[in-house]
């Protein structure tokens, strides 16, 4: 199989978005990651996708299998929560070997995968909740510290709890040692298509989708059209670029500020 790919990136905004393409000991490694800070320090997001890259840059050389990427994330966790307290970066990406795809994610970036079929699936669940307890004892160790300008208290523990359940990067790179990658392996198929996306391009054109599976057109119509109209990695940054246009300048509907930053993959059988 072959993987025809092309990076979409505009990352003028905060400057704290990264996509990468690494090549493997056995393949290739596309890696897409979306930064966030609360800006309390002098380390921001910016400074933990960063360092991501430049560690994938180094290492992704010694990547045989998807243990050893997971290993490498993990130690990629283990220095980024030290740049910064609050500062942190949502990650996902896909580890490529012959016509097998391992499929990794913490955080809030998107993989969605069309099937030859033309169904779109979204590959991995999204990280968007903590658990009560898990929450509410993460937030009584932050009482006495300043979030945002606010001191947290016994008084409003609480409401810093429910921010953590309902925030996108509770499990993202470098938020914390404790860290979880969601992962899934499967088989790639001639006609199948897969983008990496940052919420950037996905928030604006996609209801929220919190479990993997099947995503409804209704509910993505616009990024169906992209993908499944789209013969080519190419023919697909072009159509998110004018579809991006079109919302903002022809039907002058405003779209979050931010960042947005994705890879498409068009999957061809060799010839």
């Known amino acids: ?16 978005d990264m996509w990468g393409h690494y090549t493997t000991a056995t393949g290739e490694l596309f890696v897409v990651a979306d930064g966030a800070s609360t800006h309390q320090g002098e380390k921001t997001g910016k400074d933990v996708v960063n360092y991501i890259d430049e560690r994938l840059k180094q290492d992704a050389n010694k990547v045989e299998r998807s ?3 997971k290993e490498l994330i993990h130690s990629i966790n283990d220095e980024s929560v030290k740049i910064n307290e609050g500062a942190y970066a949502a990650i ?12 990794f994610g913490a955080g809030d970036v998107s993989i969605l995968a069309r099937k030859p079929s033309g169904k779109i699936i979204q590959v991995l669940p999204l990280d968007l909740f903590m658990q009560k307890d898990v929450a509410e004892s993460t937030a009584m160790d932050e009482i006495g510290s300043v ?3 606010k001191e947290i208290t016994e008084e409003n523990y609480i409401q810093r709890a429910e921010q953590y359940m309902n925030h996108g990067l509770s499990n993202a790179v470098g938020i914390g040692e404790t860290f979880y990658l969601n992962e899934q392996s499967f088989y790639t198929k001639d006609g199948a298509a897969i983008l990496i996306a ?16 099947k995503v409804l ?6 990024l169906y059209d992209v993908i499944n109209l789209s013969n080519s990695a190419e023919e697909a940054v072009n159509a998110l670029n ?18 947005r930053t994705g890879i498409f993959l068009y999957m061809h059988e060799q010839d």
């Open 1 to 16: 199989m072959e993987i025809d790919w092309k990076e979409f990136s505009d990352n003028t905004r905060k400057g704290e």
């Open 67 to 69: 243990r050893h990427l």
């Open 92 to 103: 996902a990406g896909i580890l490529y070997k012959g016509n097998s795809l391992f499929a």
């Open 147 to 149: 979030v945002d300008g």
């Open 198 to 213: 940052t919420d950037g391009i996905t928030d604006p054109f996609m209801i929220p989708h919190k479990k993997a599976g």
């Open 217 to 222: 057109k209704e509910n993505a119509e616009k």
């Open 242 to 259: 004018d579809l991006l246009w079109d919302t903002q300048v022809k039907e002058k509907k405003k779209i979050k500020a931010d960042d």
